[in-house]
């Protein structure tokens, strides 16, 4: 019996050595010998041994307690207390604070999440979403802004730790400054927001404890107080510097990066809009400019797999536009014989239609020669085909070559698009000038004096702004179509309506108010179009005019209208045809759309025998005709505006 | 805080209007006569129908003829000190030294900054505790008899002439008191702890130049601001549920300021609450509005309209207020559009007597979503039918102790919320030690519950098996809502088995079954009721924990009801008798046995 027994310790102690030899080649730890002398480090770390497999690995991938994050023994008690139940006890937080949070137990909340914060410190997710959960959701439960802007601090606190415990995480930063630049920013309470922050010592103090320098120069100011948009904006940079010092983000790169110009951009409007309106807004706005400059630089990173940079959109499509040239110069002759043969094949309308130039043709028209495009433009296919054989090759690479030309030129386009780099490009360039800065200013004072009840000095101040702005949008036209033009709009109402006058044509803003007239009736006309058109053309000789602004008591200008050919030319003569009734009455291309296609095009040209290349299958020739058609429109309403000039009303 | 109104009732209420009494009343007859089937059919199968029967009945009959009656006070006294000590020897004692453990952690997840802090730290010390010592009366209580009858101890006390009543009740009672003992001491480490966590002190940091108005430093993650009277005093703002004294004295002729301890944080404030009803916007009575949230417990009345929100008070005793009527409201507010957003939403506040014809004049006030005092005086002005006149309070609106108040919101398109704990009258304060106190006895009553099942389960399965069974017990005592919850179907996904088959076959909650075999789903539909219909009765049979805790009570400085704290003591004495008497058939049986 006592055999028996000392062989089954025996096989106990054996089974049990066997099962250690594997767990101790696995989890070995890694240790450091200090076999050489102190002055020779290297010597020591020669001697150290790199552990098990899983500290091997979890030294490879970086993901070892140590690297991931600050070590914080609460969060190490909290995690060895639940005996391997860490699982159960988060699920049991998580339900505990999803009840608190309907039950707008907000206090109990805010305890729990910490908790749950400590169970599962390196849970990304769990910082990000409940941060935001603090920051927007709770938030937003309070009715009194005190205790929102309370609570989105305790948001940000919220997400700073989690930037503790994860320090190879650029997102919780990124998301820092969103909350810190949009939250208290952009919200229905940013007036307040901002106010408490800049006035908020004992949170900048903690903020300088996180390691943001709110005192240094580029987190201030105006007032030279913290402003929360620049502020936020070091919390980017902070993101930035972990993304170049190697750490990975899963962001889409275009958005990433576009913060930082878009706090600074934002701080210079907010900056506008409480009343800072001189030197300081235009070296704001010049800085956001040049930082705006500076991301349009930035190689970009695509779904595509190329890189892309924003700013040099001109130089894509003067590359495509120049790669098309080559291809054309190729087969030139040949889709001469092919246009020449098509002419047979159109109908006396369509001809009629492709021999105007794009600009001039009216919606029905350009329907026309989008309907009747396969029948006299060729595919680059088709014109290959019809070349000599030996040139058949080149032009083969050429063809190929101008479809990645105008792909990547697309691409580029596209990418734009999505962070609106044109408007805050002009954005950027317009506001830095003395005359927008002059028009906002004096627009500002004008209604300070209004609201004092000095209308004398309040309307000499409104003439003056009226006569910067009309330079402002005669430079920048599409200006006219933005929030700014909005506030314009409001306070020539305001003006009307106190100086109790109507408006007359030789009004400076004319032009604008006629523009915005038809524009907010929510269609475009003719006349709509051809007015934003002409400003367009003419805006480059009035860019000058932004540098000296009109003050109060300058001579009045001759007022600069633009004179419309359909203002003049009521007929509706086009080719020399009368117009029939409908092309007098449809015209509701947009403008934007009209004039993003003549701008996108790499190779647009106004005569039949050079008409924008277009092949039958791109995507410009596929658009669906309903696009292209025309939309229906009353006849009256419609003669109103092809064929009577707005009167100067301000819209609603 | 939240209360439900069925807990503003007094004892008497709570017995004879909602009949609590005759519900108890009828659970102890069906307890005792499943009781008796139950053993009555274990018997018959051992022994006979004739022979069961009569041991059954001899086994009653021994209980009211002679166990009970001579139950002795000095056994059980003798038991109970021997279970003392082997508790003692158990190394009980532990659990204060874990206590004291945790309470010194406690502060790295505490978070001072919260609104109230006080809560927090009082709601983490209730509740740390009665955790604890529930796990301690689990462990205490079921090991105990097992570990004798498997060491045959029990023999030594059995053969004694001592009775199976007494075996128990000396166990129980030896066990509530070591118990008692540790939660005393834990008790007063708690207190300590909230005392010297909360207390602090500020220092005057600014002060403007008219030597009245200023600021203190910030300690605990706040600061004050004050304003000083003439003669030098003042009160600071409230922050953090709390305000200080401040002080200003000319020392060698400076002026010296000295900010006092904090007050307010520790209360334990006396309140009357009313019933609540609600008026739609035409000012018929009606539910009140649901704003959108998930939450049911507070209801909305819309502004710009007749709706409003009535509470009617019947305890409105002239001697509980001397100085005027105090009134503490929480009121949510709820904007359907922004509007001006620095100003709050407006409320009015009217006094009515109960028959409706005289009702004082508006007392408007700013909406503060927080605790917000108002004091109504004695003499007010107000309208008898409509007709101004000069009004007292505890003549012309109270009558016969019976008071209405009525809340409307004055902001059209926005919302107010309450529910029928929103709105109290402040009628004195008591000592928060006191009512920290009754929460300590609230927790007590549970540990004695516990301790009875445990003992009760001991009676009859081995250590191991009782103490599972006890924690059983618990859990479905903490989370029977849930289990309610689950037994309506009211979560997605079915019961325990079909879970698995879910877990299995890989399908979330949302969708059906469809395993293709109706009869294979109802089949699991059907035992899964019959489970859920087990744990549910299973459920009813145990005390809910959930409502038996106060700790709200004290975390958010209200004193704990008299008549609900007497409610819980009369629970756990029915729950102390069932149990005993359950343990004791149990070890006669076992007994006879052996």
């Not at chain 1, 041994?49 to 994050?69: E, K």
């Not at chain 2, 009575?285 to 502004?303: D, T």
């Amino acid at each position: 019996m006592n055999t028996k027994a000392l062989y089954r310790k025996a096989a106990y102690i054996c089974g049990i050595v066997a099962l250690l030899l594997p767990l101790f080649l696995l989890g070995q730890p890694p240790t450091v010998k200090s076999t050489g002398s102190s002055a020779e480090p290297s010597a020591s770390a020669s001697a150290s041994s790199s552990g098990g497999l899983l500290s091997q690995i979890r030294d490879r991938y970086d993901i070892g307690q140590a690297s991931l994050g600050q070590l914080d023994p609460a969060s190490e008690t909290m995690r060895l207390a639940t005996l391997g139940l860490r699982g159960v006890a988060a699920t049991i937080l998580w339900q505990k604070s999803d009840y608190y949070k309907t039950e707008k137990y907000y206090d109990r909340l805010s305890a729990t999440l910490n908790q749950l914060a400590l169970l599962q410190p390196h849970f990304v997710s769990v910082w990000d979403s409940q941060a935001h959960n603090l920051a927007y959701n709770v938030s937003v439960e309070f009715d009194d802004y005190r205790e929102r802007y309370a609570w989105v601090k305790k948001g940000i606190d919220y997400l700073v730790t989690g930037t503790k415990f994860n320090r190879r995480q650029p997102i919780l930063q990124w998301h820092l400054g969103k909350y810190m630049t949009q939250k208290l920013g952009r919200s229905d309470e940013k007036r307040q927001f901002r106010e408490l922050f800049r006035n908020d010592d004992e949170y900048h103090q903690k903020l300088v404890g996180y390691g943001l320098d709110v005192e240094s120069a580029d987190a201030r100011g105006p007032d030279r107080k913290p402003d929360n948009w620049l502020v936020g904006r070091l919390w980017f940079l902070k993101a930035y510097d972990l993304v170049r010092a190697g750490a990975y983000c899963k962001k889409n790169p275009l958005y990433f990066y576009a913060e930082n110009p878009y706090a600074l951009m934002y701080s210079a409007e907010a900056m506008e809009e409480e009343g800072t309106l001189d030197d300081k807004a235009m070296f704001a706005w010049s800085r956001a400019s040049n930082e705006w400059d500076a991301y349009g630089a930035l190689d970009i990173m695509t779904s595509w797999g190329h890189t892309v940079q924003l700013g040099k959109y001109d130089v894509a499509l003067q590359v495509a536009k120049d790669a098309t040239a080559k291809f054309d110069a190729l087969v030139s002759d040949v889709r001469k014989e092919v246009i020449a043969n098509s002419k047979d094949k159109l109908t006396e309308d369509e001809f009629a239609a492709v021999n105007l130039p794009p600009s001039e043709r009216t919606p029905e028209q350009q329907y026309l020669v989008d309907a009747s495009l396969y029948k006299y433009m060729p595919a680059k296919t088709v014109l290959i085909q019809m070349l000599p054989k030996e040139k058949r090759t080149e032009a083969l690479a050429l063809a190929s070559d101008v479809d990645s030309k105008e792909e990547y030129a697309t691409h580029v386009g596209k990418y734009r698009d999505q962070c609106n780099y044109e408007y805050w490009e002009m954005r950027g360039r317009l506001e830095q000038k003395p005359t927008t800065v002059a028009a906002r200013r004096q627009m500002y004072e004008a209604d300070q004096f209004l609201a004092k009840g000095d209308l004398d000095k309040s309307m000499k101040l409104y003439e003056a702004a009226w006569q910067n702005w009309a330079r402002v949008f005669r430079a920048y036209p599409k200006m006219m179509t933005e929030e700014s033009a909005d506030e314009v709009l409001k306070a020539i109402k305001r003006y009307g309506k106190a100086a109790d006058i109507s408006l007359e044509d030789s009004f400076a803003l004319s032009d604008f108010l006629k523009y915005r007239t038809i524009r907010d009736r929510n269609k475009m006309s003719e006349v709509g179009n051809e007015l934003f058109e002409t400003m367009l053309k003419e805006s480059p000789k009035h860019k000058d005019s932004l540098d000296s602004p009109y003050q109060v008591g300058d001579a009045v200008p001759e007022p600069v209208i633009v004179q419309l050919r359909s203002e003049s030319e009521v007929v509706g003569k086009t080719d020399g045809k009368p117009k029939s009734a409908s092309t007098q009455t449809n015209e509701t291309v947009p403008t934007q759309a009209k004039a993003s296609r003549a701008d996108r095009n790499p190779a647009s040209n106004e005569s039949f025998e050079n008409v924008e290349f277009v092949t039958p299958d791109s995507p410009r020739a596929m658009q669906p005709l309903a696009n292209l058609a025309p939309a229906t429109e009353s006849a009256e309403s419609s003669e109103s505006a092809t064929t009577r000039p707005p009167t100067l009303v301000v819209p609603e | 805080m939240r209360l439900e109104p069925n807990q503003f009732w007094s004892l008497s209420e709570w017995l004879f209007r909602e009949g609590s009494l005759l519900y108890g009343a009828a659970l102890v007859i069906t307890m005792a006569a499943f009781g008796f089937f139950v053993c009555y059919v274990v018997a018959m199968v051992r022994q006979g129908p004739g022979e069961g029967f009569f041991s059954i009945a001899k086994v009653i009959y021994d209980l009211f003829r002679t166990d009970l009656p001579k139950t002795s006070l000095s056994r059980i006294w003798a038991i109970a000190k021997l279970a003392f000590l082997e508790a003692i020897r158990r190394k009980v004692l532990a659990v204060i030294g874990i206590f004291i453990v945790g309470i010194l952690f406690a502060g790295w997840f505490l978070d001072k900054s919260a609104d109230d802090p006080a809560k927090l730290y009082i709601s983490f010390v209730l509740t740390a505790t009665n955790y604890l010592i529930l796990l301690l009366g689990l462990f205490l209580s079921a090991f105990s008899i097992p570990a004798d009858i498997k060491n045959r101890t029990i023999y030594t006390i059995v053969t004694k002439p001592v009775r199976p009543t007494e075996i128990v009740l000396g166990r129980v009672v030896g066990f509530s008191l070591i118990g008692s003992v540790v939660l005393a001491v834990l008790g007063l480490l708690s207190y300590v702890f909230v005392v010297r966590g909360l207390n602090h002190s500020h220092e005057v940091a600014t002060i403007g130049s008219d030597g009245r108005n200023g600021v203190t430093d910030v300690a605990g993650a706040h600061s004050h601001n004050f304003r000083l009277n003439e003669d030098g005093k003042g009160v600071t703002d409230e922050s953090k549920g709390h305000q200080h004294t401040v002080t200003a004295t000319k020392v060698n002729g400076e002026t010296v300021f000295k900010v006092g301890p904090p007050i307010g944080n520790l209360s334990a404030r006396v309140p009357v609450y009313g019933s609540l009803t609600y008026t739609d916007r035409n000012g018929v009575v009606g539910e009140g509005l649901n704003v959108g949230y998930m939450s049911e417990y507070r209801k909305f009345i819309a502004g710009g309209s007749l709706s409003s929100a009535i509470w009617n008070f019947e305890n409105v005793n002239e001697s509980d207020f001397p100085d005027g009527l105090e009134i503490e409201m929480n009121i949510e507010a709820f904007r359907t559009y922004k509007g001006d957003i620095v100003t709050p939403v407006r409320g009015t506040l009217i006094l009515r007597s109960p028959d409706e014809t005289v009702e004082s004049e508006r007392v408007s006030f700013l909406v503060k979503e927080s605790l917000d005092r108002k004091v109504i005086p004695l003499k007010l002005s107000g309208f008898r039918l409509n007709k101004p006149e000069k009004l007292e309070l505890f003549k012309d609106l109270v009558v016969d102790g019976r008071m209405q108040i009525i809340i409307r919101c004055e902001d059209s398109q926005q919302y107010l919320g309450m529910a029928a704990a929103d709105l109290a009258l402040r009628a004195g304060e008591k000592s928060f030690a006191w009512n920290f106190f009754k929460g300590y006895v609230s927790i007590w009553l549970q540990m004695v519950i516990v301790i009875c099942f445990g003992v009760m389960y001991s009676t009859f399965l081995s250590g191991p098996v009782a103490m599972v069974a006890t924690l059983a017990s618990l859990v479905l005592g903490f989370f029977g809502a849930n289990i309610d919850t689950f037994f309506n179907s009211q979560y997605n996904g079915g019961g325990p088995v079909e879970a698995v088959v879910r877990i299995l076959t890989q399908k979330g909650t949302m969708i059906d079954l469809d395993l293709g075999n109706q009869t294979l789903e109802q089949t699991i539909r059907t035992i899964d009721y019959g489970l859920m219909s087990g744990v549910s009765t299973l459920k009813s049979a145990v005390p809910d924990f959930g409502r038996l805790g106060t700790s709200d009570f004290i975390a958010y400085g209200v004193d704990l009801f008299d008549g609900l704290l007497a409610r819980h003591l009369l629970i756990a004495l029915g729950y102390f008798i069932m149990t005993t008497i359950i343990g004791y058939f149990f070890l006669k049986t076992r007994e006879m046995a052996a």
